[in-house]
Nanobody
Framework: VQLQASGGGLVQPGGSLRLSCAAS????????MGWHRQAPGKQRELVAT???????NYADSVKGRFTVSRDNAKNTVYLQMNSLNVEDMAVYYC???????????????WGQGTQVTVSS
């Protein structure tokens, strides 16, 4: 199983970016998908999660600005980020709880990270 994240880049303060993360491999089912981020010198923190049924959860710092969504048919999770500021600058990691066709339970998988830089 692999998670491939994309969509990071450089954006001006107040701008928007959309991150995508596609899961591939011998997938039986996916439970929760989400995004975390890690800024230099800081611990990795939760940004947003979304359940297989569409229930979402957000960090207080991104509520009202970020929107997490998913396409179950494509095994893909998205993160629409609006009104970006310098505090949002970090490496963003996607993750998903996945049950493979070989396993009897769910396991957490992580993507490789994509850099989001907010600068004028």
């Amino acid at each position: 199983v692999q998670l491939q994240a994309s969509g990071g880049g450089l954006v001006q303060p107040g701008g928007s970016l959309r991150l995508s993360c596609a899961a591939s491999g011998s997938i039986w089912s996916i439970n929760v998908m989400g995004w975390h981020r890690q800024a230099p010198g800081k611990q990795r923190e939760l940004v947003a999660t979304i359940s297989s049924g569409g229930t979402t959860n957000y960090a207080d710092s991104v509520k009202g600005r970020f929107t997490v969504s998913r396409d179950n048919a494509k095994n893909t999770v998205y993160l629409q980020m609006n009104s970006l500021n310098v505090e949002d600058m970090a490496v963003y990691y996607c993750n998903a709880d996945i049950r493979t066709i070989w396993s009897g339970g769910f396991k957490a998988y992580w993507g490789q990270g994509t850099q989001v830089t907010v600068s004028s």
